[in-house]
């Protein structure tokens, strides 16, 4: 038995399909399309589900009931989501890799126990951000070989559990990630034990996963372009072999910094979107602006990530000729031409980016810029969602580590992650633990009702004042719009 961070490891296991599927008794291979090599080696997308149980828990009921449900229902799952059960693997005389699942391969589940504060971890408490990382399973890569997706069940004493995943984002993108958790919970909180021997749980359509990658036609060869971006790829830590699947190591979580959640309420995105409008005349003349033609897009997430981007740039003391990219991943699927089924099982997500220098975030009106240039963006990938795709890795990628600070947001808050509920009820908390000091993640509030949730790493003093930046904002806007 192992211990680290208030943390026992119990059972290191490999969950394979469930042997009624046909399908998990034979060899299965799917391409990768270039939505997918757009992210070949990016670092593992990590997600940690806290699960707090009305009842006192105890060690004997989670053994007995909770864990033999959570590890067959994940088995009858994997069934349905054959190929995650596979690896990310390059034959020699392939162009680019596939995902291939043989008879017998598996999911990685990491079994854990924690005595640490699971009320602090589930709560929206600011917290040191190496505290969320045993929660979280390693995936496995290699040379060769890249797993697809790990997963981890820590047990709380009498409080709850959490279930942690790691995911490659050369497979799977957030959409799709989603819909096989919510599969998984779906099908644990129907099961029952006379199951065993009757019919499994059927999926209902909107869980069940789309395959066939013939749907996302590439005219323009954009895979093997991507293949060729990256093998020009030359940045610390990345393997010099381009044929490599290791991934590229991400900075890591550093001891000194915090994570904190903040909630914007329906009224504050309300209020928002009321003081964007009575600003958005005055800033479109003084920039010159066709305000009467170029209305602002005021969703939700944009203002969210606008206040949130316009936050972080000052709290960080980012200075004002500093270059920044800032951005967000759009999903693609309702975008094409033709549209792909919205159950469509792989990455379908476009990069979607601003360059500009700090200053023009940092002045007063930085926030209606943001939302500006967020406009412009939304509004070109409604037109053409492919249009510059051929040369957008390359671009981002160009960006030489140290010249300029890339802040994007993680997740988002149309997924529907509070919904995963495995039959003891919804999540207490969600978090995405792979974002670090330069990152921003967003989710749909657990209280629902149009809020969303804003996850944030920084230092504890940067910390502090973006917290006071963050609240007295919202304060000044709440007051002037009545």
Request: net charge negative; aromatic share 10%; hydrophobic share 40%.
């Amino acid at each position: 038995m192992a211990s680290t961070h208030n943390i026992k490891l119990l059972e290191i296991c490999r969950v394979t399909p469930s042997s009624v599927s046909t399908e998990s008794s034979t060899v299965l291979s799917l391409p990768l399309t270039f939505f997918d090599i757009y992210y070949l080696k990016f670092p593992p997308v990590k997600r940690i589900f806290f699960y707090e149980l009305t009842d006192s828990i105890t060690p004997s009921f989670f053994n007995s009931v909770i864990l033999p449900k959570l590890k067959y229902t994940l088995s009858i799952t994997l069934s349905h989501f054959i190929p995650i059960a596979g690896n990310l693997t390059w034959p020699a005389d392939a162009a680019k890799p596939i995902i291939l699942y043989t008879p017998n391969d598996g999911v990685s589940l990491t079994v854990a126990e924690s005595n640490a504060d699971f009320d602090h971890l589930a709560s929206n408490q600011t917290h040191d951000a190496v505290e969320s990382q045993p929660y979280v399973p390693h995936l496995s890569t290699s040379d060769a070989t890249a797993s697809i997706l790990a997963l981890q069940i820590t047990f709380f004493p009498t409080k709850g559990f959490s279930i942690g995943y790691a995911i490659n984002h050369a497979v799977l993108d957030g959409r799709s990630i989603a819909m096989f958790m919510k599969a998984w919970a779906y099908i644990c909180k129907e099961y029952e034990e006379e199951d065993k021997i009757h019919n499994h749980p059927m999926l209902p359509h909107e869980l069940t996963p789309f395959f066939d990658r013939a749907v996302v036609q590439d005219p323009e060869g954009l895979d093997i372009e991507y293949i060729r971006n990256w093998s020009g790829i030359k940045w610390a830590g990345l393997d010099a072999n381009p044929r490599n699947l290791k991934l590229v190591s991400s900075a890591g979580v550093a001891g000194s910094t915090v994570h904190s959640t903040f909630n914007l309420s329906s009224k504050d995105i309300m209020k928002l979107r009321q003081w964007t409008e009575s600003q958005w005349g005055l800033v479109s003349k003084e920039k010159d602006i066709d305000h009467q033609t170029e209305q602002p897009h005021l969703s939700t997430f944009v203002l969210a990530y606008a206040y949130t981007l316009v936050c972080l740039v000052k709290a960080r003391g980012i200075e004002s000729e500093r270059k920044i990219l800032y951005g967000f991943s759009a999903d693609c699927r309702t975008r094409l031409v033709p549209p792909i089924p919205v159950n469509y099982f792989g990455n379908c997500v476009g990069a979607f980016g601003v360059f500009t220098e700090a200053k023009a975030l940092k002045e007063d009106d930085g926030f209606v810029f943001v939302v500006s240039s967020l406009t412009e963006l939304i509004k070109g990938l409604e037109k053409c969602v492919l249009e510059g795709a051929k040369e957008k890795l390359a671009k981002y990628m160009s960006v030489e580590p140290g010249t300029a600070d890339i802040i994007w947001v993680a997740g988002s808050n149309r997924l529907g992650v509070y919904e995963v509920d495995f039959g003891w009820g919804r999540p207490k908390k969600v978090e995405i633990a792979s974002i670090e000091s330069n990152g921003i993640s967003m989710t749909e509030s657990k209280y629902g009702a149009g809020g969303v949730e804003i996850g944030v790493v920084l230092k504890q003093n940067v910390m502090e004042i973006f917290n006071c930046l963050f609240i007295t904002g919202l304060q000044d806007v709440h007051s002037t719009i009545i």
